[in-house]
């Protein structure tokens, strides 16, 4: 009888021995949590947890890094796990987060912890670090020719600007310079005077595209039939503007987005990727939440842009001026090329 409880006094002792030398070296790790600024509804997103073992003499063995519920503990459903940081050494550990939802993901408080060596006894340390990222919404690809379709009034076409360049509208006749193209030269008039002339055009302008969002009216004043959800069709609205953007950058027209009914989120018609960023980051960040302002009317712009106004109801003419074509948060699964495709 002795022998047996010496036994289990031992292997009790070990155990719990066991957990304080592991236990220690927990309370001696540091870890550091990184989130990117953006990501994308509904693609993957890399945490970064750096783990960073203080002491000079203890290793730490099998750390598991998880998100606490109250955070995005949701959106990283499988923690990140370190098997060996050695005394004074940091190592980095990755998870994958799956954002669902465009808007601010809000990252709260993360635990460490270990069951080493045995696996009966967990220690854990818990670390207080806010952190947010932005989640842009996630164009649709649209299908072939739909946008055309949408600006084919003829406004969106390619234009001109007063600068001369390469273009193909006549601007006038110079004497030719050294460096000049011998496309360019005007030799009827070149032979008529004897010397050498050339043919000045003006710069091609890109089309461009104005999307306008109408959040004037707060969901509960949306006319809307057939028991559809007030804020299901916000968030359509808002990726059919992300889809209409996207399929226009990638066609090569200047693009620009103007919110109505909530402040501020306006981005004016420029050329360019980085163009689109700004765009797809003021829609992620709208808060639907927030007072509408039904009053809002700043959807004038440019007379050379075609306006494209998304309505979360019915469409309102009043608003884009009289070439606009109004577009409703319904459409947007006829003009997507096939359910749940995402855009390039």
Same mark, same amino acid.
């Given at each position: ?8 006094? +031992? ?23 990184s ?9 993957? /997103? ?6 960073? @073992? ?32 050695g005394?004074? @050494? ?6 994958? +987060? ?8 809000r ?20 670390f207080?670090g806010?952190?947010e990222?932005?989640v ?15 600006v ?44 050498l ?8 302008a890109?089309p ?14 949306l ?26 950058? #990638?066609?090569? /027209? ?11 989120? #306006? ?7 980085? @163009? ?8 992620? +960040? ?5 007072? #509408? ?8 712009g440019?007379?050379r ?9 019915? +469409? ?14 319904? @459409? ?13």
């Open positions: 009888a002795n022998l047996l409880v010496g036994g289990f006094a +031992a292997m009790l002792a070990g155990v719990l021995g066991s957990g304080v030398l592991a236990g220690w070296p927990l309370m001696r790790s540091a870890v550091r949590r989130v990117p600024a953006t990501a994308a509804a509904g693609e993957p /997103m890399l945490v970064r947890y750096e783990v960073t @073992q203080r002491s000079r003499t203890w290793p730490a063995f099998a750390i598991t890094v998880r998100e606490l519920p109250g955070g995005s503990a949701d959106a990283c459903p499988v923690p990140a796990f370190v098997r060996h940081v005394p004074g @050494q940091a190592v980095l550990a990755e998870t994958v +987060a799956w954002p669902t939802a465009r808007g601010p993901l990252f709260g408080a993360f635990r460490a912890e270990t069951t080493f060596p045995f696996g009966l006894l967990r220690k854990s340390v818990t207080e806010a952190a990222c932005l842009l919404p996630r164009p649709v690809a649209l299908r072939p020719g739909a946008l055309r379709s949408l084919s009034d003829g406004r969106p076409g390619p234009g001109t600007v007063s600068r001369v360049g390469p273009g193909s509208d006549y601007v006038g006749l110079r004497e030719y310079r050294p460096g000049d193209a011998i496309r360019s030269g005007a030799w009827r008039r070149s032979s008529a005077t004897g010397h002339t050339v043919i000045e055009r003006s710069v091609d890109s461009r595209l104005h999307v306008v969002l109408d959040l004037r009216r707060p969901p509960a004043e006319r809307l039939g057939g028991g559809a959800a007030p804020r299901a069709l916000e968030e359509d609205a808002i990726v059919l503007a992300a889809s209409l953007l996207s399929a226009g950058v #990638r066609e090569g /027209m200047e693009s620009g987005l103007t919110v109505l009914g909530l402040p501020g989120a #306006r981005v004016r018609v420029r050329a360019g990727r980085r @163009q689109l960023d700004r765009a797809m980051i003021a829609l992620a +960040a709208i808060d639907l939440d927030a007072p #509408r302002n039904a009053g809002d009317r700043r959807a004038g440019d007379s842009d075609a306006v494209r106004v998304v309505h979360v109801d019915r +469409a309102d003419a009043t608003i884009g001026g009289r070439a606009s074509v109004h577009l409703s948060a319904s @459409q947007l699964a006829s003009l997507a090329a096939e359910a749940g495709v995402p855009a390039p």
